[in-house]
């Protein structure tokens, strides 16, 4: 390639911020999201609808007819009929997600961190337990549930979840612990700190993500169960995911009330992503990048 002449002016190459790229970009791009989008509302849309109609207009028929008038009158039945559920959930949920999470978090330091003959095996055991089927375990669960006398209560329907909940917990923790320069630990050790030390001055104060990370999930997995639930509660300790299955008339149906039931089950867990859904994805990315 010769070079440009002195005194040559080199005519820079045009740019694509013409309308018509803007245009494609929109077609290619955009409208398909927007498509996505759409259709993946279109249940919320139609939840939302039915439970802000009257009875009188709640029909499959007009399913996606909006309402006339703004009735409440279905979420105030629905809150009042699942009140004590939401309740029951709310305790099962708490402690779960904080118990599994903090045992998560040890066995990730102990594992990523504490070199000991069949760390690797043990690690690999507990991983083995996120893929037992649930249906699997039912039977022998129930009688080591009767024979604690935990069958029926929440409580034991929080120790079912915190043990379910150690794998995921465990690897989330290991995998971010392992981004933790080794020097940290070494300094520490030399300056006289034990095990527990290192633990509970440098790592637990990096754990936020780690944390954020198996909370949400954890949150999300305990409240919207439902095979433990109805095999290990009873009424009276019933989540809200019980209750609802349960609201359902078996000669007349309300779709109003069955939808704000759906709506007022499904609100935490959409409040929790709102709230928290940017910490999720950072929390993900801390443990999935090195360095």
Do not use: C
């Not at 007819?65 to 029951?88: E, H, I, K, Q, Y």
């Amino acid at each position: 390639m010769s070079a440009a002449a002195p005194g040559m002016a080199i005519t820079p190459k045009p740019t694509p911020t013409s309308w018509g790229h803007r245009l494609r970009r929109l077609v290619v791009v955009y409208v398909p999201l927007l498509i996505l989008v759409a259709f993946f509302l279109m249940p919320l849309y139609v939840v939302l609808i039915t439970g802000f109609k009257p009875n009188s207009e709640a029909t499959p028929q007009s399913m996606w007819t909006p309402p006339t008038t703004l009735d409440v009158s279905a979420f105030v039945a629905a809150f009042n009929t699942l009140a004590p559920n939401l309740l029951n959930s709310a305790l099962l949920v708490i402690p779960g997600s904080i118990l599994s999470a903090a045992l998560g978090s040890v066995n990730g330091f102990v594992l990523s961190r504490w070199h000991f003959r069949g760390a690797n095996l043990i690690f690999v055991l507990i991983l083995f337990g996120m893929f037992i089927p649930y249906q699997a375990i039912l039977i022998p669960l129930v009688q080591v549930m009767q024979t604690m006398g935990l069958y029926g209560s929440i409580a034991g329907l929080i120790l079912v979840h915190i043990i379910y909940g150690i794998p995921i917990t465990t690897l989330t923790f290991r995998s971010y612990y392992m981004q933790i320069p080794y020097e940290l630990v070494e300094a520490a050790r030399i300056d006289g700190g034990s095990m527990w030390d290192v633990y509970r001055r440098i790592f637990l104060p990096l754990s936020a993500p780690g944390f954020v990370v198996v909370l949400i999930w954890q949150f999300t997995a305990i409240w919207n169960d439902f095979l433990f639930a109805v095999i290990l509660t009873r009424s009276q300790s019933w989540p809200v995911t019980v209750a609802l299955n349960n609201i359902s008339g078996s000669q007349i149906v309300q779709w109003n009330v069955q939808m704000a039931a759906a709506m007022l089950a499904a609100l935490p867990t959409v409040v929790v992503y709102l709230l928290l859904g940017r910490y999720f994805l950072r929390g993900m990315m801390a443990g999935a990048l090195k360095g």
